[in-house]
């Protein structure tokens, strides 16, 4: 089975401050997102990547940044944490380009700016 | 510009009982698939069920089914004899298969409650 796992469930920072968030998958897929989810608004790609040192913008870049060194992880950067970012991140990954593939999704990490 | 609409918020239904799941979306597109995924609590999201949209035949999965009009851009979701373990966020989501970006469009989501 796929595993994709993520650093953390839950997490607290202070405005202002720079925020990783790691994500993790087990099953040398190429392609992988990050996922914005609020109540009311499903989820909203920020970043994806679809290969080593590639990214590409989703529909909500602005105030993230992304890194991929390595297949297997990917990480989502807030530069400067505002409160305005609260929410629920999601990291997912799927096989390769085809867009019939399943995307398959870590357990999210819960980010609260204070 | 291609939406994603799910216009009921919350849904509930009785143990063992049929409940069907509204999903609209708008594309110019013919060649797209469309996906239903569950979000059960404090769980990881995973696939429900995929339909190609070049295919008539409406896809199922043990007791998931959907309903695909495709002139009408409408994607519903039949469960058959819910079970308590069904209670979870349902998001459908569209994807293109001309777009490069491999870009999955999702719905607001529909919370689904099964009442014992």
């Known amino acids: 089975d796929v595993k994709v796992t993520q650093s953390s469930r839950y997490l607290v920072k202070r405005t202002g401050e720079k925020v990783f968030l790691e994500c993790v998958q087990d099953m040398d897929h190429e392609n992988m997102f990050w996922y914005r989810q609020d109540p009311g608004l499903g989820l909203r790609l920020i970043y994806f990547s679809y290969d080593v040192k590639m990214k590409e913008k989703g529909d909500i870049p602005e105030g993230y940044s992304v890194s991929r060194e390595k297949k297997e992880r990917f990480s989502l950067i807030l530069e400067s944490a505002s409160t305005n970012q609260t929410s629920m991140y999601l990291c997912a990954s799927s096989r390769d380009a085809r867009s019939y593939n399943e995307q398959f999704f870590g357990p999210g990490t819960r980010l609260t700016v204070l | 510009a291609q939406t994603v609409t799910q216009s009921q918020p919350e849904m509930s239904v009785q143990e063992a009982e049929t409940v069907t799941l509204s999903c609209t979306y708008d594309?110019?597109?013919?060649?797209?698939?469309l996906f239903w995924y569950k979000q059960p609590p404090s769980r990881q999201m995973i696939l429900v069920i995929r339909?190609?949209?070049?295919?008539?035949q409406n896809a199922t999965e043990n007791r998931f089914s959907v309903n695909f009009q495709k002139a009408a851009k409408s994607f519903s979701l039949k469960i058959s004899d819910s079970q308590l373990g069904d209670t979870a966020m349902y998001f459908c989501?569209?994807?293109?298969?001309?777009?490069?970006?491999?870009?999955?469009?999702f719905g607001s989501g529909t919370r689904l409650l099964v009442r014992p």
């Open positions: 339909q190609e949209a070049y295919k008539q």
């Open positions: 594309t110019s597109e013919n060649n797209y698939y």
């Open positions: 989501a569209f994807i293109s298969m001309m777009d490069s970006s491999y870009k999955l469009i």
